[in-house]
């Protein structure tokens, strides 16, 4: 061994760059510059979606292509993304396209990246796992909808998915719960009630259980959902509602206390679950519709290590303004003139046509009013979404059909106008908890 006299000054630089190093390497492992393992959580992309007849596919593109610089520029390890992948069950080709597109452009780009998709209210089940054969083996794993064995038994191990590092190791779990149907909850679905909840409780119960003694160590544990969580903010005219088998939404005694992170899709707007920060819908990445006007749209980036749990909300850029006015409410014609000659001209506006709705204030329906605003609006720099008539002498039934479209009135409202009429009085909330049973069944492919 040499003696301390003997040691060169080489010797102690080289000494001192291993101990620089070191302290480099546990700045960042322990003291929070960078945890060991990060997912991003969004959902409700609703690829397809149209805005009364608009096309939404630019603001999609543009965020997908957000995502993926995001993706690399976070570090991210793993991609959750909680349901509502399309706007309906077949959805157009162009969407599907973007989809895909998109898939292969991260592979490209990360290909250490792992990929989690749900299947929500919206998709078609079938459809999102008819990929698989294809995506699994690129480490993007899709579950569409409750899986099943052959013997029809529910197959928790297809929902379990290890979650890798960078250098291969797995560093957490994720429950893949999809959105669950009511035929997935079996004679409990008929029962309704504290019976239906109960078996909402009892499949992630059977799915954590199976993880956990699945799983090696104590490594943190993901749940996805997609799902109508009791107190949660809904959307005025974007959301198909869920039952759940109550009215009030699904009480969150239904997730396992052992889970570390829930990510949960369905509600547009980005929001925690009551105050357990853990519990979170990441929201939309685009707003859906005009009543989202003035929500802004993010995603969830989630830091996982030996400490707490690290949550982190980035905001996406809004591609497509949209413009709800007057911004005080229902105004005159003649205001409305005012407000539409102060609008931009396209000569004068850069980037995309925003989106415009017009709230007026009027005696008596005007047959000619949407061909009047068509004509102001001519060299605007704006893209007429929907002129929303106010008739404030009518009755609150009335004001609600004069002037309104079918296509713009949500099924429940059909129901209840139609049971007011014929009864003189509103449906029970059972007999409206069935007729959106019902509804929901509708949307579901046939088998």
Known sequence: MLEPSQYTHNDFGMALNILLAFGMIADIFW??????????????????????????????????????????????????????????????????????????????????????????????????????????PLDIHVIGGIPRTDQGEVDFDRMCIPLHGPEGQIQAWCAAMPFIRMADLGTAAL???????????????????????????????????????????????SERRLTAGTLLGLPTEIFPESVDYIALGHLHRPQTVGDQEWIRYSGSPIPLSLAEAGTSQSCTLVSLGDGPIQIQTLEIPRHTQMWRLPEDGPASLETISRTIRKLPTKTEWQGPLPFLELRVLLDQPQPG?????????????????????????????????????????????????????????????????????LLESCHQEAP
């Open 369 to 437: 009013l949407h061909r009047e605003i068509q004509t102001m609006l001519a060299d605007k720099a704006v893209r007429l979404v929907k002129i929303s008539p106010t008739y404030p002498e009518r009755t609150q039934t009335e004001t609600t059909w004069s002037g309104t479209r079918l296509s713009e009135l949500k099924p429940t409202q059909v129901l209840e106008h139609f049971y007011q009429q014929n009864f003189e009085r509103r449906p029970d909330p059972a007999v409206v908890a069935l007729f959106e049973q």
């Open 31 to 136: 003291n929070g510059t960078r945890l060991s393992f990060r997912l991003l959580h969004t959902s409700d992309w609703h690829l397809g979606q149209q805005l009364h007849h608009w096309s939404r596919q630019e603001e999609h593109r543009a965020f997908l292509n957000w995502l993926a610089k995001t993706l690399d520029a976070e570090q991210v390890d793993a991609l959750i993304v909680a349901g509502d992948i399309f706007d309906v069950s077949n959805p157009p080709a162009s969407a599907v396209h973007d989809f895909f597109q998109f898939l292969a452009q991260i592979r490209a780009a990360m290909p250490h990246l792992q990929v989690v998709i749900i299947g929500g209210n919206h998709d078609s089940a079938a459809r999102l796992n008819s990929s698989n054969p294809v995506l699994n």
């Open 191 to 237: 029962t309704g009630g504290d019976t239906a909840v109960q078996g909402y409780r009892d499949l992630h119960r059977r799915l954590v259980d199976y993880i956990k003694a699945k799983a090696a160590g104590d490594l943190p544990l993901i749940l996805t959902g997609h799902a109508f969580m009791r107190g949660g903010l809904e959307s005025p005219d």
